[in-house]
């Protein structure tokens, strides 16, 4: 959040939609080679379970809604 507000004070509301869909794009990733790969990783193939669909799914909502928050906090910031 804090780059996202540095960029966006050096290069206006760009540099912040910038930073932020970067930020996005890669909390997204991280989540999804973090959780899914870990488990086929440890497993050797990826568990189709009801209790494993219902752990991906909810991590990727809170995924999702990282960046929701991310600029609900700091969108006020910059004029």
Same mark, same amino acid.
Request: proline fraction near 1%; hydrophobic fraction near 55%.
């Given at each position: 959040?804090?780059?996202?507000?540095?960029?966006?004070?050096?290069?206006?509301?760009?540099?912040?939609?910038?930073?932020?869909?970067?930020?996005?794009?890669?909390?997204?990733?991280?989540? *999804? %080679?973090?959780? =899914?790969?870990?488990?086929? /990783? @440890?497993?050797?193939? +990826?568990?189709?379970?009801?209790?494993?669909? *219902? %752990?991906?799914? =909810?991590?990727?909502?809170? /995924? @999702?809604?990282?960046? +929701?928050?991310?600029?609900?906090?700091?969108?006020?910031?910059?004029?």
């Amino acid at each position: 959040m804090i780059i996202g507000l540095v960029f966006g004070l050096l290069f206006g509301r760009t540099g912040y939609y910038v930073v932020l869909s970067w930020c996005c794009l890669s909390i997204f990733i991280r989540t *999804l %080679r973090l959780k =899914l790969l870990s488990e086929a /990783a @440890a497993k050797g193939v +990826l568990v189709r379970g009801a209790k494993n669909q *219902l %752990r991906m799914y =909810l991590t990727m909502a809170i /995924a @999702a809604a990282q960046p +929701l928050f991310m600029y609900w906090l700091t969108y006020h910031l910059l004029r």
